[in-house]
């Protein structure tokens, strides 16, 4: 063999080996890689600031620790809002275990708030369920839901890890995900997409102040951070973080510049916690006393202390943060009650919105008995949800929520009292086990002047409708302004998005 014939010899198994090399490396499963650079994470805890209009309203934190094969991730969510002249507190703590894939594999959480008081035991089994088991703390029996997945699932507070070890921190580049939120108890999908990187500086150490006796940052560090535009609940949210997948600060754009609106920022300890003690509780409980005509109060109306059931609104015009005009209406009666179809839906595309959730077991015996017996042989979606929304809102004694009870739509079957979180998990789970894609919304009712949490819900029929079963409003009047899907009215999930809306009614 010629010298010649050696070197193309060896140039093509250079080059063969090269390529095996490249397809290794670029074109193996992203769960490969992860799983290899998830070896780098470091244990550790990050704190951060949450604020509403550059006022401290609570604090969270993130703490990694590598146990072997897996990851034990724990989040805690603590949240104070001012309403009324006195604050209600939100506490939440989950502990999960993931995968170096950064898959789910477990999650303990326990939850205290304006919701009720529970705990929450998940387990994923082959990626193909999730079981769920609820533990109410008011004496209740415990309710156990198996969640059916398409796929492996991961937390919401690892998904900037997914994206940094996972290659994707790339200006321009999308990702999608499928979460499961375990202090909401929701599995969303999400798409994310990194916009653009800058460098931030982050406050890493904090020194008190003995003059005003508060905790100021006193080293900062710069970092390379990049922004990820996601969708939470149906509202744009951007988040910076840094080529570690650690959040850095999450906000609105204008809310970042004028400090309005909420915000996450990554901050010292001290800052975080010890400063969020020592505010003036009292001050800030007094201020909300007395809202103001078209101020957003962050209850619901029954808490706040409306009972009286409003009459239908048929038009609202609003002007949204100074500058977006809505004009609100419910849709035509014909538009409301097309159907192009019959029950049960065989659409695919809504096959999320017929399955059971955690709150919401459509698939028990109890749910679907109830549910033939209100329909009868009715088998016309528009004419099911209006059924469903006369039976609700005739059963449900409206009352505030007992203290430890969770709105689960079983329990409030066999319990029918409570509020619009009550009134739209039961529907929901009703509307479900006849075949009828449905979903819970979050969002504000304006009620004698002013804005308050609500829920209800949204049915699809020839589109997406909405019905009001607290009031029964078949469709919702036009004082209903939508703020997220698939939630309830909890100030865990609405205060980061109303935080940011001001409304003017015109």
Request: neutral net charge; contains cysteine.
């Amino acid at each position: 063999m010629s010298r010649r014939t050696w070197v193309i010899a060896i140039l093509v198994a250079w080059a063969l080996s090269l390529g095996w090399l490249v397809k290794r490396e670029v074109f193996r499963p992203t769960g490969a890689r992860l799983a290899e650079a998830a070896l780098a994470v470091p244990p550790g805890a990050l704190f951060y600031r949450l604020s509403v209009g550059g006022q401290q309203v609570g604090y969270a934190s993130t703490t990694i620790d590598t146990l072997g094969n897996v990851l034990r991730v724990e989040n805690v969510f603590v949240l104070d809002i001012p309403a009324l002249g006195s604050l209600h507190r939100t506490t939440a703590r989950s502990i999960a275990t993931v995968s170096r894939a950064l898959r789910l594999e477990s999650v303990a959480t326990t939850f205290d708030g304006d919701l009720g008081q529970f705990t929450a035991h998940g387990r994923v089994l082959g990626d193909s369920v999730l079981s769920v088991a609820i533990i109410p703390q008011a004496g209740e029996d415990s309710q156990m839901t198996r969640i059916p997945l398409q796929g492996p699932i991961t937390l919401p507070t690892l998904l900037p890890l997914r994206l940094a070890f996972g290659g994707e921190l790339t200006s321009g580049r999308s990702y999608q995900a499928r979460l499961f939120d375990p202090l909401l108890l929701t599995i969303r999908d999400v798409n994310a997409r990194v916009a653009s990187e800058s460098t931030l500086v982050v406050s890493d150490s904090a020194d008190l102040d003995s003059t005003v006796m508060v905790w100021i940052p006193e080293h900062f560090d710069t970092v390379r951070a990049f922004r990820i535009d996601h969708d939470a609940m149906g509202m744009p949210v951007s988040s910076w973080i840094d080529a570690q997948g650690r959040v850095v600060v999450s906000a609105s754009d204008s809310s970042k510049r004028a400090g309005t609106g909420f915000a996450m920022e990554r901050a010292a300890f001290e800052i975080v916690y010890q400063n969020f003690k020592k505010r003036d509780t009292v001050r800030i409980a007094r201020a909300s006393a007395a809202p103001a005509p078209g101020e957003i109060v962050p209850l619901t109306a029954l808490a706040a202390g409306i009972r009286d059931i409003p009459a239908p609104r048929v038009r609202l015009r609003l002007r949204k943060n100074g500058h977006d005009t809505l004009d609100l209406a419910p849709p035509a009666a014909l538009q409301a009650h097309a159907a192009p179809y019959r029950l049960p839906s065989q659409d695919t595309a809504l096959a999320r919105w017929l399955a059971p959730e955690p709150l919401i077991q459509a698939h028990d015996p109890r749910i679907a008995a109830e549910a033939r017996r209100i329909i009868g042989r009715e088998r016309g979606p528009a004419r099911v949800a209006e059924l469903l929304s006369q039976w609700v809102h005739a059963s449900l004694h409206r009352s505030i929520p007992e203290t430890g009870s969770v709105p689960s739509a079983v329990r409030v079957l066999e319990n029918p009292r409570g509020d619009c979180n009550e009134a739209a998990t039961l529907f929901v789970a009703l509307a479900r086990s006849t075949g009828l894609p449905a979903r819970t919304v979050a969002g504000l009712i304006y009620l004698d002047g002013r804005f308050y949490y609500h829920a209800w819900v949204e049915v699809f029929l020839n589109d997406w409708i909405q019905v009001d079963p607290t009031f029964d409003q078949f469709p919702a009047d036009a004082a209903h302004i939508r703020v997220a899907t698939g939630g309830l009215a909890r100030q865990i999930e609405l205060v980061p998005l109303i935080g940011r809306l001001k409304l003017e009614v015109l």
